[in-house]
């Protein structure tokens, strides 16, 4: 496993737009696949989008056109812009490299009305 440090959540207005990031310290080699999955209260973990080594992406259809993920030239860190944000998309954000099984500690984002 590898450990994945996330940044960039908080509170913002509906309508807003947040950036979060997530790197992995001390890493020497590329990530294949890395990805952004998000949990609200009472539901179950979702895949919010997906990249991989050929840069393909995924999208989970609630964010799609609004959320774009992208990542560092060297495949070491990976970023999701959220745009045009509602109250729904309101949730813990997780950081995910898929090849290693490892999860990050979460960033909390809240969308207020």
């Known amino acids: 496993q590898v450990q994945l440090v996330e940044s960039g959540g908080g509170l913002v207005q509906a309508g807003g737009s947040l950036r979060l990031s997530c790197s992995i310290p001390g890493i020497k080699i590329s990530i294949p696949t890395m990805g952004w999955y998000r949990q609200a209260p009472g539901k179950p973990r979702e895949l919010v989008a997906e990249?991989?080594?050929?840069?393909?992406?995924n999208y989970g259809d609630s964010v799609k056109g609004r959320f774009t993920i992208s990542r560092d030239n060297a495949k070491k860190g990976v970023y999701l812009q959220m745009n045009s944000l509602k109250p729904e998309d309101t949730a813990v954000y997780y950081c995910h490299a898929r090849d290693f099984g490892s999860w990050g500690q979460g960033t909390q984002v809240t969308v207020s009305t």
């Open positions: 990249i991989t080594w050929g840069d393909s992406t």
